[in-house]
């Protein structure tokens, strides 16, 4: 059974800085692409950040651009987000999602087969 948990959700100042962690078991972890959605109060769920199977290629949306850093680490079948000059416009559920894929990661909702529950980030001003 394939399962994200993710962690390192909670509220901070504006300009402050969060690391969120997403931790996959069940799946081999290394051909999945890695991606992470938000959806704020009263939003659609839109995508933050995704990177490919190896690292070697991420994608990020205009909005978190130069702010946020997707990494992983295949040995410890994790992805994280680093989230540096948060904005309360940042408030949202973040949510990890992977797709089994070894091609570029898709920023669009419905290609992903997997989901974790999510974890609460939220910036005030």
């Known amino acids: 059974q394939v399962q994200l948990v993710e962690s390192g959700g909670g509220l901070v100042q504006a300009g402050g800085s969060l690391r969120l962690s997403c931790a996959a078991s069940?799946?081999?972890?290394?051909?999945?692409?890695m991606a992470w959605f938000r959806q704020g109060p009263g939003k659609e769920r839109e995508f933050a950040a995704g990177i490919n199977w190896n690292g070697g290629s991420t994608h990020y949306a205009d909005s978190v651009k130069g702010r946020f850093t997707i990494s992983r680490d295949n040995t410890k079948n994790t992805v994280y987000l680093q989230m540096n000059g948060l904005k309360p416009e940042d408030t949202a559920v973040y949510y990890c999602?992977?797709?089994?894929?070894?091609?570029?990661?898709?920023?669009?909702?419905?290609?992903?087969?997997?989901w974790g529950q999510g974890t609460q980030v939220t910036v005030s001003s």
């Open positions: 999602a992977g797709e089994r894929s070894i091609g570029s990661v898709s920023p669009t909702y419905d290609d992903y087969d997997y």
């Open positions: 069940g799946l081999t972890f290394s051909i999945y692409y």
